[in-house]
């Protein structure tokens, strides 16, 4: 130190300096961040600017940067809810959320950096609790999750309207009832199931029964119709017919000339 020049000190020690403040000015914002300014000696939270992008900055020494995340993230809940019938219902439900970009500012300076349990969280249980207590035990089993998975993405969103934060989906993993109510609702539906196939039976059979008797009735008709238009006359005139082919057949009996009771040929075999 003594060999170095009386004005090189100076200029060494204000090298340092500079790179004390430049160290402590530059601010990194990774992929998927954004920032918020905080001027010490302004206005505190910058609200009316957009936020501070990916990249490399450089901020005065004094002000601060509060970095957020704004990509889409995911909360998963498990919560312990009632029915409308006061029984105990597990949900597993995952929300699909982000802070709204331009807001960033309004949502640092209002609710700050852990709004994730501040607001979202509250809401969707708040929602959750609200709409599974519309349903009884064997709704949220069988035909209703889908029903519930809207409602309380709908409940939420309403909720976060206007907390600076995007919903963007809420999906219902599971619905665990007690195994009692589960084993219940399992017995009643298989017995709804063999009362739904027992039912087709019988309906299957009375058609069917149905079908027999309208046949039956059919031939019924038709041979009522047949025997009422069969005169003698006609059952001559068939009955020469069919002698006059047999006849002519090469492999006719011996016709002898004559009549029976009725007056028709009667017919003798070779034997």
Do not use: C
Request: charged content about 25%.
């Amino acid at each position: 130190m003594d060999k170095l020049p009386k004005i090189g000190l100076p200029i060494l020690v204000g090298v340092v300096i500079l790179i004390i403040v430049i160290a402590k000015s530059a601010v990194t914002i990774g992929s998927g961040e954004a920032g918020v300014l905080f001027k010490t000696f302004g206005e505190g939270v910058v609200v009316d600017e957009p936020p501070m992008g990916e990249g490399f900055h450089i901020v005065a020494p004094w002000n601060k940067v509060y970095v957020y995340e704004v990509r889409q993230q995911e909360l998963f809940e498990k919560m312990k809810v009632l029915s409308s019938n006061g029984l105990e219902i597990q949900i597993d439900a995952s929300a699909w959320y982000e802070p709204v970009y331009e807001d960033l500012g309004n949502l640092h300076q209002s609710l700050g950096q852990n709004y994730l349990q501040r607001v979202i969280q509250p809401a969707i249980r708040s929602a959750a609790r609200s709409v599974v207590g519309r349903y009884t035990p064997e709704q949220l089993y069988s035909s209703k999750r889908d029903a519930i998975q809207d409602e309380i993405f709908a409940e939420t969103k309403k909720i976060l309207a206007k907390q600076y934060v995007q919903l963007n989906e809420v999906l219902v993993r599971d619905v665990t009832l007690p195994n009692t109510i589960k084993e219940a609702i399992e017995r009643k539906l298989r017995q709804e199931q063999e009362s739904l196939e027992y039912e087709f039976r019988l309906v299957t059979a009375a058609k069917e029964a149905e079908k027999v008797i309208i046949e039956a009735q059919g031939k019924a008709d038709a041979n009522r119709i047949l025997s009422a238009s069969l005169t003698d006359k006609i059952l001559q005139d068939k009955g020469i017919e069919a002698t006059v082919k047999l006849a002519e057949s090469p492999n006719s009996k011996v016709i002898v000339i004559g009549s029976g009771d009725s007056g028709m040929p009667i017919i003798l075999g070779n034997q």
